[in-house]
């Protein structure tokens, strides 16, 4: 069974840095494209970032260019989030989520729980 | 880039079919068939239930299909239930090798 436990969520004041990891297990961790996606209270899903099978290709949202960093540590299955800058509109439930095996975020297929990030001074 | 265009809310009574729209652009929806569509549970993670415009995940019920005209990708369930009672969002991947949701839809049962 597919697995993923985010963690590393938590009240961050505005500017702060967090570095959200997500655990993977049940699949075959490399071979597979990583995403984070959010949903902000109240809102809808927003797709955040992806990262290919080898960490070699990277993909980020227009509202997090230059603010967070996606990462992947294959040898212990696991993919990071690092968020700077943080703003309140960042404040929001985050998902680590599984694509298929393909170079590209095509679609998500697995979902985990989510950790949240608020953003308060 | 702006999320998708999704109406806020269906309504259904049990049995009936409804459909729900997705509307985008020549850079994403009409641009290629990788349209996904999610139901999610407030709470809970979302799931996966149509990938590849058309294709259910194994498991998924069969009363959940896709289909695409143009910019617009559609979602339709038929014979209504109860536990259809979610949100639903719309997913395309698009021309910047990036993923794009739509703004959700509030399904609701009478």
Redesign the interface.
């Known amino acids: 069974e597919v697995q993923l436990l985010a963690s590393g969520g938590g009240l961050v004041q505005p500017g702060g840095s967090l570095r959200l990891s997500c655990a993977a297990s049940g699949f075959t961790f490399k071979s597979y494209t990583m ?1 984070w ?1 959010r949903q902000a209270p109240g809102k ?4 955040v970032s ?1 990262i290919s099978g080898s960490g070699g290709s990277t ?4 509202s997090v260019k230059g603010r967070f960093t996606i990462s992947r540590d294959n040898s212990n299955n696991m993919v990071y989030l690092q968020v700077n800058s943080l703003r309140a509109e960042d404040t929001a439930t985050y ?1 680590c989520a599984k694509g ?1 095996p393909n170079l ?11 950790t949240t990030v608020t953003v308060s001074s | 880039q702006s999320a998708l265009t999704q109406p806020a809310s269906v309504s259904g009574s049990p049995g009936q079919s409804i459909t729900i729209s997705c509307t985008g652009t020549s850079r994403d929806v009409g641009g290629h068939n990788y349209v996904s569509w999610y139901q999610h549970y407030p709470g809970k993670a979302p799931k996966l239930i149509i990938y590849d415009v058309t294709v259910r995940p194994s498991g998924v019920s069969d009363r959940f299909s896709g289909s695409k005209s143009g910019s617009t990708a559609s979602l339709t369930i038929s014979g209504l239930q109860t536990e259809d009672e979610a949100d639903y969002y719309c997913c395309s991947y698009t021309v910047g090798r990036t993923l794009l949701f739509g703004g959700g839809t509030k399904v609701t049962v009478l």
């Open positions: 995403n996606v809808g899903l927003e797709w992806a993909f980020y949202a227009d998902f298929p590209n975020p095509l679609y998500i297929d697995v979902w985990g729980q989510g």
